[in-house]
Structure formats: structure tokens, C-alpha cells
């Protein structure tokens, strides 16, 4: 699989170009997977060296984190049954990395927050979902 298609490396660099503005709170523009495990990373930047991106990782131990990491080696990683790390053709969001990374460090994962603001953006009125400041 392409992990970056020229679009979104586009969207990614624009991003980075942009990152020196204050207040700058980007959404991602793309999400990566183990197809066969729990890490998922949001990216929301593409550094020059075309390498380095920026965004939220989540490798399933219960503690995302906003940082920098690799794509180099997310693309070299090989995993079980001949599969790699995937790229989740289907993911759009409209919600800004500090609330992914909000919802993703009160609940544990990048997967679960998913969930949860899947629900909240349906308008699904849940008593189990706790508002994020309580």
C-alpha cells in the first residue's frame, strides 16, 4: 500500500508550512495502522525531509503521544502473514489534534477516541460519554 499519496503529502507539507502560525491546532489529515495490532498514529505534518511527521502515536500500550515519528519506518515494518502498516483510505475528521489527543489519552487509544467522536459528531446523546473538562 502507498502509505502517502501525492495529495495528502501536499496536504501534510502545507501543514508543516503553517505550523509556525500561533495557535496552530491542525487535523489530521491522515491516519495509519497495524492491521494486526493496536498502534495507530495520526499524522498531521510532513517535514521537509519528507520523512519526519508530526502528529499524535498510539503503539497500544495505553498512553498516546503527540510527537514525531518516521515514515520510513512505519513503511518498513513487516508484520505477520506478509501484511505492513495500512493507511486508512476511509479516514476524515473534522476535529483538531488536540481534541484526538484529548479523547485519546482519557480513554487509553487513538481507537477508542475514534469511536467516541464518531458518536458525539452523530449527535448520539450517550450518558456514558463523560464531557472532556469533567
Known sequence: MIL???ELHAAL?????AARLE??????VVKFFNPVGAATWLATELAEDGDTLRG???LGFGCPEEGS???SELASVRLPFGLGIERDIHFQTGHPLSTWAGWARRTGSISTAETLLRRLARGV???EIPPMGG
Open 4 to 6: 502517502l499519496t501525492p
Open 13 to 17: 507539507r502545507a501543514n508543516d508550512a
Open 23 to 28: 495557535n496552530f491546532d491542525p487535523v489530521p
Open 56 to 58: 499524535l502515536a498510539d
Open 69 to 71: 515519528f518516521s515514515l
Open 125 to 127: 446523546n450517550d450518558d
